[in-house]
């Protein structure tokens, strides 16, 4: 019955901001950032969130033109609180962030400290991970200057950044316990029940890396092996994004192929080849689950191991096999020793024996040589004189120090 006696909120609301434009024009923008508020309050009440925003984003700039900072991360903080219900996380984390500036440069310190928390945690719920952990660099900077503890919002921020991009492991007790201390506007309850349950599904997700096989301590280098990575989710996920950590001393020879259809555990092959001998790591494995309304960093294990040295493999030749001389006379043995195997070999001590109608007739019986590398030659000449008539033997044999591998080979004079 009364209905025309009463306003339109929009009419009013554009009222509103031709009166903040006339005070402008007079030179109050305190008074003008008061009307673009009244007007921002009055399209929330009518849903007309863009128009809200966009009001009390004004309410922020005149206060600003009359240098209070406090007002102005107040009207910063509505207008956030309006993006956040409309789901638009990432600008309203932006807002957030500007807030906290404007109360820091007032030396309201806690209040700053819950608008970054609240920022961090906007751009949490846009996935916007790495604007996130930047973020909170810059707020731990600004906490020593806190006389007293954080505000809870705050400690939430921190430690869901630490779960969801660092892969922290943190217990569901601890967890639990932070987020019920956490209090927050109604707008802003939405934004953070959806950073909290992606946190829970965080906690109960596993990233393993295992052998694929028999666990070893000790593996061999340049042979492959295989690792298994497997996630466990409560939720369907699929992984769309991975990065690994190897030492130096390992390559990734064959990558996981990872499925777009969504699965609640899933495993693959991964294959690894280690290039050089010592300690070797695999690990963590990162990688990015997402999911209905879900998505999340995760961290596995690492896979710590030693890489033994390749063996080596000594291939000994003589040349001639066979050879005839006179009575007093040298015969010369020509002799090469090659490394066949994929690692190096030390120590090798080479000697040679001789039957009773021979004698070396320059240089010594032994010969030491202190390192072939794989696919080296060494070439060298052994000189005897006969001494007896008959048919005689040289033999000549090298052994790997490192291994203790014995190569042999002999070669028949023939004295007449």
Request: glycine share 6%; charged share 30%.
């Amino acid at each position: 019955m009364f209905k025309f006696l009463k306003s339109d909120p929009t009419k009013k609301a554009k009222k509103y901001v031709e009166k903040a434009l006339f005070e402008i024009e007079e030179g109050f923008p305190q008074y003008a950032s008061v009307e673009f508020e009244k007007a921002a309050r009055l399209f929330l009440e009518k849903d007309e969130i863009d128009f809200a925003v966009k009001y009390f984003r004004e309410a922020s700039y005149t206060a600003l033109e009359s240098n209070d900072h406090t007002r102005c991360a107040e009207m910063k903080a509505l207008a956030a609180e309006c993006l956040i219900m409309e789901g638009r996380y990432d600008e309203g984390g932006g807002l957030y962030s500007e807030s906290s500036d404007h109360l820091y440069r007032e030396k309201k310190l806690r209040a700053s400290n819950r608008s970054i928390g609240m920022a961090v945690i906007g751009y949490l719920g846009a996935r916007n991970y790495d604007t996130a952990t930047n973020l909170l660099k810059k707020a731990e900077k600004r906490v020593g200057e806190l006389s007293g503890k954080t505000d809870p919002i705050y400690d939430l921020a921190e430690l869901c950044v630490e779960i969801l991009c660092e892969g922290a492991d943190v217990s569901k007790e601890s967890f639990e316990k932070v987020a019920r201390t956490a209090k927050t506007t109604a707008p802003e309850h939405s934004l953070v029940e959806f950073v909290v349950g992606s946190v829970r599904l965080a906690l109960d997700t596993e990233v393993t890396l295992s052998w694929a096989g028999q666990e070893m301590n000790e593996v061999p280098v340049k042979t492959p092996i295989e690792l298994e990575l497997q996630f466990k989710c409560p939720t369907q996920v699929r992984i769309i994004d991975h990065r690994v950590s190897l030492s130096n001393s390992v390559i990734i020879k064959r990558e996981p192929e990872f499925s777009s259809s969504p699965s609640k555990n899933e495993s693959w092959l991964i294959e690894f080849i280690p290039v050089l001998s010592g300690s070797g790591t695999i690990g963590p494995y990162t990688v990015t689950l997402e999911g209905d309304k879900v998505l999340l960093h995760k961290h596995s294990n690492k896979v710590e191991f030693m890489i033994a040295r390749a063996p080596s493999d000594l291939d000994l030749k003589v040349s001639p096999e066979r050879v005839s001389c006179s009575l007093g006379d040298e015969a010369i043995i020509e002799v090469n020793l090659k490394n066949v195997g994929d690692g190096p070999a030390d120590s090798i001590v080479i000697t040679t024996n001789l039957s009773e109608g021979l004698e070396i007739s320059l240089g010594n019986k032994e010969k030491a040589i202190h390192f072939l590398g794989s696919g080296e030659t060494m070439h060298f000449q052994i000189f005897v004189r006969a001494i007896k008539q008959g048919e005689e033997l040289v033999t000549v044999q090298a052994v790997d120090g490192r291994i203790g591998q014995e190569v042999a080979k002999t070669a028949l004079v023939r004295v007449g």
